[in-house]
């Protein structure tokens, strides 16, 4: 058994997944990560290692025109090679991506989730299989450690996590996971070289080249300037966001007995680090997640909260808020609907 | 008052740092950093703000010949133009700097700091003041991030703390402190501007610009492609190290009551993130600091512990050892004095 695949296999035991009797939807972008885990995952299948039921499915965001089409062309083939079911989705037609308000990129994988979100629930699946390695976890450290997220960003993605379907701004915690079976063990590089070895296909998005983007500049930029002073600071990075995500999650126990009610009195008693984090969960818990909030957000509510005057308030984004009233912080979300 | 004065003040208040009736040694090499703490709180003394007695202490490492020489009269020069004491220390000269094994950088910082500690100690002063900035601080983050040193090192350094010697691998607790009164808010182009409006002149460390060294990669080449990306990274960085520090304080009140004395069994019962500070508060209870050690020595550790085979060793900088022994693990301090 070639090398990867093996290594897989034992990673899928460490993470205590299903071995038969489930549907597993694995996403594919059709770059050389989600290539290689949709050839290895058949291989484990033809060798009767895993009897589950696959299927691959494919957002088409439509942001680069043939280029998307033809992608999304190619991970249907591939899926009919490896003779697993396809499933292919693409943005609201009246909504596209490119229209929206925000940030591109993280516009682009909300609509993704939420397709693959939906392809999990109608199959009744296990979970969603994601291609994440561990230059993905180090570029998610760098990139929330610029923007100044705190342990809990530079923490990065969790191997297994509950899949939360974000609509209409309330979290239905779903019976599927979200599940990165690559996420602690493989580079970039070795997917290619898997591919390579196997000759196997992958395309490149040229998104992926375009130094507008943030994660771009950390992977074109940043990434191979810290490899001159560490030459493996991409498996350092992705270890340490483990370890800090541990750190994250002995933390979050104490805090989530005390982001509840949330008074000048209650807040006084803590750090200030332990403070944000409060406010952090007090906040995830009214907003659902944590998206585009930082430092300056938290640190907003907590001279709120300190504050002598009354009725003032702290926006954030998409016009939610989070006013004052008799001493106490309320969140108000004036997220409108359109019809 | 100078903004940058009051600014100085309100800190040193926020600090709890003494007003009168003490001595406090000011660590000046020369730079800009130092140079302002200097004439700063020369400006608090003479509106008596400040009624205290300041030596200013400068350290030539003889590691740039006349340059350095240079800097050292400067310093002096400066000293006494503010009325202050000066004290100056150069290398034993038997043990020049760069003759010394190791880290070139480490080693500077050593000497230095075990002369600042010989003359606090000697003036019975209440603490070092340093210039560190949070230029230095985002640095500092910077570089043990890119080494692999967990949560406790992106702590970065602390506004005030006791002032350990080491003086033949025994730490001494010492009675005074070491304070940063510049970390919490200053950054480099604001001393800069200081000295400017002062008319007061500094000196530039050719050694600030060798690229061989980590930290002016950190500085000259990393930080300014985070600033494309966050304009006010250095201030996020240095207020995340400020969390980060608290963050592992309150997990280090958990490890400590558990680093007593380590079996397997008592490890198993926590998780990685934890196993790993409880290991790194037992060597540092043994080795005195951490320096040199990053996550392959405490993973070597570890695995040392959980392995079955009994007899093997881990070997740690300086050819110090941790050893298994009955099912326990031993530190063994072969470092040989020369004579």
């Not at 597993?24 to 589950?52: F, H, P, T, Y």
């Not at 979200?178 to 970039?188: C, F, G, H, S």
């Amino acid at each position: 058994m070639n090398k990867f695949v093996r290594n897989l296999l034992t990673e899928w035991r460490r993470l205590g997944l299903p071995f038969e009797d489930e549907t597993m939807i694995i996403a594919v972008s059709g770059g050389a990560d989600s290539v290689s885990l949709a050839v290895a995952l058949d291989d484990l299948a033809k060798r009767k290692k895993l009897n589950l039921n696959f299927i691959i499915a494919h957002f088409n965001h439509n942001l680069r025109g043939a280029e998307s089409e033809s992608d999304a062309e190619f991970v249907k083939d591939l899926a009919g090679k490896l003779k697993f079911e396809f499933a292919g989705g693409t943005p609201d037609p009246k909504s596209p991506i490119q229209n929206q308000k925000g940030n591109l990129e993280q516009n682009a994988r909300s609509a993704r989730y939420k397709f693959l979100g939906q392809v999990a629930k109608k199959h009744n699946a296990f979970g969603v299989l994601t291609a994440h390695t561990q230059n993905d976890q180090a570029e998610t450290l760098l990139f929330n450690l610029i923007r100044g997220s705190g342990l809990e960003g530079l923490g990065g993605m969790r191997s297994v996590r509950d899949f939360e379907i974000i609509e209409k701004f309330q979290i239905q915690n779903s019976k599927f996971k979200i599940i990165r079976p690559l996420l602690n063990w493989v580079q970039r590089k070795d997917t290619e070289s898997f591919c390579l070895e196997n000759k196997v296909r992958f395309r490149q998005d040229t998104m992926n080249d375009d130094l507008k983007f943030s994660r771009v500049r950390i992977r074109k930029e940043i990434i191979p300037l810290l490899q001159k002073l560490n030459p493996r600071v991409i498996e350092t990075l992705a270890k340490t966001a483990k370890l800090l995500s541990e750190d994250a999650e002995e933390l979050s126990n104490i805090s989530q007995n005390n982001s509840g009610n949330i008074t000048q009195k209650s807040l006084k008693a803590h750090s200030k680090s332990m403070r944000l984090r409060v406010l952090r969960d007090w906040l995830k818990r009214h907003r659902g997640d944590l998206r585009q909030i930082d430092l300056k957000h938290l640190e907003g509510i907590e001279r709120l909260i300190f504050s002598r005057k009354s009725g003032q308030l702290i926006e954030l984004p998409d016009g939610e808020k989070v006013i004052k009233r008799e001493g106490k912080i309320v969140f108000e979300n004036s997220r409108v609907e359109k019809s």
